[in-house]
């Protein structure tokens, strides 16, 4: 049986799920195997960013998360890579145990925790497993020709996915640190010095991360992003999808694609509204939302502001997941 | 020490600090940008940066144009400055942490009720001063009303608010040469100076205050005591002139231009946008200094390491390239969002939405009471190094009918 089945997540909010065929299961590195998941008619998947994961049901016992690192170029497939992880509580074990090419999985549509901001220059960080959803961002930063810089580390080689290819491919850009030979990545020594125009997108093992938030404390607000890997299990994330934009006061509807903010949307429309920094970061673009849920992205709202989710940042902030329409009192 | 021009580098005679040139800043400002993005000024022995573009660029990137160097003309780090460096004349990492403190204190969550407090002196002052019919913008509004709401927001005790004026005025001429006008900024400095560090200290703050938040970031273990009275400090120098500057030169924009006060007074919601074409018309703050840390190219032309370049935020605001062959009017049809009055980048102001506020507010309490306003008489522009504004701004009002 095929099409889209429906349950409600913990905001109410409704991923949709499909079935897909693993087409492959290739072996990648130790302990660490790849799926390339196609749809059963050969249909294309739908559009999705650099970060973004998708939820596998395993076996109607387990969800897990699984960050995309195939191309986002391709949408023929998908490709997630899975580390056996000894004493998990069994989704990668599973995984690892029963996935066999050809077999059906039920999936998620992409989702994305993880999205990357246009910058003119990009420190990619990556502990272990962490590497998967770097890999399409390094692509898109590669392809628009910007300044980047990957320090992947790992206990050794031979258990660091794709640490070959990606050598191959980018060559000096590309810093592999594996414990066996070089000892730990120095991150205190790549993090010394806070760049001008440089984002930090890291991902990998908690301990990795919280060297990084610390090391990152002395660098301008908005530099870092992380993903925590055990910790994409939980939360909705916002969507790299597009939504739409109601505004109430003028009575028009935009919608607002990947790749344009709220506030370009708005004032293609040539509806006003006050900026300054256009980065999330001075507090000028401030809207009040009437309903609908934002996705903030700003560094100027309190914790609790951004909770209640009363006001946002149009700048930078858009819907969240499954939120597709937000009432804007504009 | 005298540092010689880069080869090529247009060489222009002008100096900016000249009465004449502060007096009227904008034909000097149009000679500058069209002399090319960057050029030589040998009185000052900096690099002008004129052009929007590469004005933006200097003020983002941190790392090329560091501030800790001053923002004055000379090298603080190598001749020490006339007070501990700011927040303003740091970089990151110190200036993150110093910055993260301060936008905990000040954020739209704590800016909020500042609307609700601020609007009764403003309709106070207004009703006043529409009840005189003339009146000077300056002496009797943008002098007063700055200094009405905004020490109490700081928490600051009533005895010595008389010094933040001529502090403020310090503070700003600093960071231009040492010239007549730096002399007579400085003639009671130390006075001046000893009485806002006075009401920095913790114990002279009420518990009501953006001071007292600032403070709590001590117990909080994010910075130290001595960058607490430091940050207490920068919001008492940074916070008054500026608006001061922005009241004044806003009401002589709408002054002069009889269309927009009309629009204004019929859509009063036009305000926030009103202010924010004025700061880019008339920018309050239009001068300062970088200095580079390492040779690069800007705007086509090489600067080598550990130069001077002066930041000209009135010319980028004014840049045609940027706001088309009508940049030098004032008009309130225009998306003026993105200048750089309030700086950009890591030491973009962080009071910004207080100023914006405390000037929206102003000008809503007068549209709501005002017909008309015309010039009463010719303006006076102040002396001042760096800030760009009026000693006197006479104006006449007629009321509502
Ligand atoms: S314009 Fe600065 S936060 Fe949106």
């Known amino acids: 049986m095929g099409g889209l089945s429906a349950r409600a997540d913990r905001r109410g909010v409704v991923p949709r799920t499909r079935e897909v065929i693993a087409e492959r299961v290739d072996r990648v590195a130790d302990g660490v195997v790849s799926l390339v998941l196609v749809t059963p008619d050969g249909s294309p998947f739908q559009p999705w960013e650099p970060g973004a994961h998708i939820d596998v049901h395993l076996g109607g016992q387990y969800v897990r998360q699984y960050s995309l690192c195939s191309s986002p170029k391709d949408l023929s497939h998908l490709r997630v890579a899975v580390l056996d992880v000894p004493g998990s509580r069994g989704g990668s074990r599973w995984i690892h145990r029963n996935v066999r090419p050809g077999d059906t999985l039920e999936i998620s549509e992409p989702r994305n925790n993880f999205p990357v901001r246009d910058s003119r220059k990009y420190l990619f960080l990556a502990g272990g497993i962490g590497i998967t959803p770097i890999i399409p961002m390094i692509e898109r930063a590669a392809e628009a020709g910007r300044d980047w810089r990957l320090v992947y580390g790992g206990r050794s080689r031979a258990g660091m996915a794709f640490a070959e290819r990606l050598v191959d491919e980018y060559g000096d850009r590309v810093d592999i640190v594996a414990e066996d030979e070089r000892g730990r990545m120095d991150l205190a020594g790549v993090l010394a010095m806070p760049r001008a125009h440089m984002l930090v997108y890291a991902c990998g093992p908690g301990g990795m991360l919280s060297a990084v938030e610390e090391l990152c404390m002395g660098w301008p607000p908005g530099s870092l992003h992380t993903e925590r890997f055990a910790a994409t299990a939980l939360g909705p994330g916002s969507v790299a999808e597009p939504f739409e934009v109601e505004l109430a006061r003028s009575g028009k509807t935009v919608s607002v694609p990947t790749d344009r903010t709220i506030l370009e949307a708005v004032e293609d429309v040539g509806v006003r509204v006050l900026s300054s920094c256009r980065q999330g970061l001075c507090g000028t673009c401030e809207t009040p939302v009437v309903s609908g849920e934002p996705e903030h992205r700003d560094a100027v709202l309190t914790q609790d502001d951004q909770d209640t989710g009363a006001t946002m940042m149009i700048c930078v902030s858009r819907a969240a997941a499954g939120c597709g329409r937000l009432v804007l009192d504009l | ?401």
């Open chain 2, 1 to 401: 020490m005298t540092i010689a021009p880069a080869e090529g580098v247009v060489t222009l005679p002008d100096d900016p600090f000249s009465p004449a040139n502060i007096a009227e800043p904008y034909p000097m400002l149009t000679r500058l940008r069209e002399a090319g993005p960057v050029t030589w000024l040998e009185k000052c022995g900096a690099y002008a940066v004129a052009g929007f573009e590469e004005v933006y660029e200097v003020l983002t990137d941190f790392e090329t144009y560091c501030s800790s160097g001053g923002l004055g003309p000379r090298d603080i780090r190598q001749d020490a400055g006339w007070r501990p460096p700011s927040i303003l004349e740091s970089d990151p990492p110190i200036h993150t942490v110093m910055r993260r403190a301060l936008t905990g204190v000040i954020n739209p969550a704590t800016v909020r009720p500042l609307r609700e407090r601020f609007t009764g002196p403003a309709e106070e002052i207004a009703d006043e001063l529409v009840a005189r019919r003339e009146f000077d913008v300056v002496k009797d509004l943008a002098e007063k009303y700055p200094l009405r709401v905004f020490p109490d927001a700081v928490g600051i005790p009533q005895e010595g608010r008389e010094n933040l004026l001529p502090y403020g005025n310090m503070v700003f001429n600093a960071f231009g040469p040492q010239n007549e006008i730096f002399d007579l900024a400085f003639a009671h400095a130390d006075e001046h100076s000893a009485a806002i560090l006075r009401n920095c200290a913790r114990e002279n703050l009420d518990d009501t205050g953006f001071g007292a938040r600032v403070w709590d970031r001590v117990r909080d273990g994010l910075i130290t005591a001595e960058q607490a009275a430091l940050l207490v400090r920068a919001l008492l120098s940074a916070g008054v002139d500026t608006t001061v500057f922005g009241i004044g030169n806003t009401l002589a924009c709408l002054a002069r231009t009889p269309r927009a006060w009309a629009a204004l007074r019929e859509d009063p919601s036009l305000a926030k946008f009103a202010v924010d074409e004025a700061l880019r018309l008339e920018s309050p703050f239009q001068k300062f200094h970088r200095t580079t840390t390492a040779p690069g190219v800007l705007g086509g032309v090489r600067i080598p390491a550990g130069a001077k370049v002066l930041l000209f935020i009135g010319a980028a605001n004014r840049d045609p390239r940027k706001w088309g062959a009508n940049a030098d009017t004032y008009d309130l049809d225009r998306q003026a969002s993105g200048h750089v009055a309030f700086g950009m980048g890591l030491h973009q102001c962080v009071g910004q939405p207080i100023a914006r506020l405390e000037i929206e507010l102003v000008l809503k309490a007068l549209a709501a009471r005002v017909d008309t306003i015309e010039l009463a008489g010719e303006p006076v522009p102040l002396t001042h190094n760096v800030l760009r504004g009026f000693a006197s701004l006479p104006v006449r009002v007629t009321p509502r009918s």
